[in-house]
Every structure is written in structure tokens, then in C-alpha cells.
């Protein structure tokens, strides 16, 4: 092999090598389900289960009843996800779904919908000697008609904040 070759093969290797790291840098960063994006102090006994049932990844964010965002968590598409230590109290809670996270600007880089689930949410415990009574909720997201979520004319809370 001469050497004119053997710069040819390397800088065609080195090319390759450039463009494989460029397109691995430009990777869309997808958190895991259960990332917490905002968290807040939970050390009570309420336990929320969210069931993502679309075809896309959702932010679900939980509010206190001034709609200030307290949880946000991604939950991956056809995920489960439990929110633990849930203190007693009145709760919103909204989701964005979209793709393309971006985790420096904690938002979807294409947003295809807010949510927002209609009730409040209420959290209660009840202690009785040793025995703790707590709420457990289990909610189901589906892209149909058939969803207890709606889409609403509102302002989705600033998760950021």
C-alpha cells in the first residue's frame, strides 16, 4: 500500500469518526421514565400511578391549587410512573406530550398537546393507632375519545420556575 493510500484510508476514517460523533451530539436527550425535572419536599404518604398509554413521551406536572408547578416528571410512551411521598392537599395536574426533550431548556422541542385533568386532585391520610390510610390514585392516559383528560385554553404551568 503506498502512502498516498494509506492517507486516503485515514482521512476517510477520520472523516467517519467526525460525522458519527457529530450525529451522536445532536442526539435527542430522552430521560428516562421517572426523571424528575422539578421536585419538590415529598415526605407524605400519598402515592400517584400515571399509565402512558399514547404513542409519544409526556411531561405529567403536579400543581397546588394556585397551578404552581410542585412535580414534574417524563414519562416515557407505553410507561408506568410512581410518584411517592404525594403530602395531603389539593392537586392539579397537567401533561405536555411531544418530541425531541431538551434538557438544558426542560421543554419538548415539538409540543403536540396540553392537558390538563379536569378534578382536582385530593390527597388525604388518616392515621389510626398503627394503621396509616392513605390516598392511592391510578390514572390512565389514552389517545382516544375515551381519556379522562381534555385539552384546555389555558396556560401551561412553567415548569422551569
Do not use: C
Not at 404552581?68 to 404525594?86: F, H, N, S, T
Not at 392539579?92 to 382536582?120: C, M, Q, R
Request: glycine letters at 8%; a negative charge.
Amino acid at each position: 500500500m503506498t502512502q498516498a493510500m494509506s492517507l486516503k484510508l485515514f482521512s476517510v476514517f477520520i472523516l467517519v469518526i467526525l460525522l458519527a460523533s457529530q450525529s451522536s451530539a445532536q442526539a435527542v436527550d430522552r430521560p428516562e421514565t421517572g426523571t424528575y425535572i422539578r421536585d419538590m419536599n415529598r415526605n407524605g404518604y400519598g402515592l400517584l400511578v400515571i399509565y402512558n398509554n399514547w404513542t409519544m413521551d409526556t411531561v405529567a406536572v403536579l400543581t397546588d391549587k394556585l397551578d404552581k408547578p410542585k412535580v414534574a416528571v417524563y414519562l416515557r410512551a407505553k410507561d408506568a410512573l410512581e410518584i411517592d411521598g404525594i403530602k395531603d392537599g389539593e392537586y392539579g395536574l397537567y401533561f405536555t406530550i411531544g418530541k425531541g426533550w431538551n434538557s438544558s431548556a426542560g421543554k419538548f422541542e415539538d409540543v403536540y398537546g396540553y392537558y390538563h385533568y379536569n378534578d382536582p386532585m385530593v390527597f388525604e391520610t388518616n392515621e389510626e393507632g398503627e394503621e396509616i390510610e392513605y390516598t392511592i390514585l391510578e390514572l390512565d392516559l389514552y389517545e382516544a375519545d375515551a381519556t379522562n383528560f381534555v385539552p384546555g385554553q389555558f396556560k401551561f404551568p412553567d415548569i422551569s420556575a
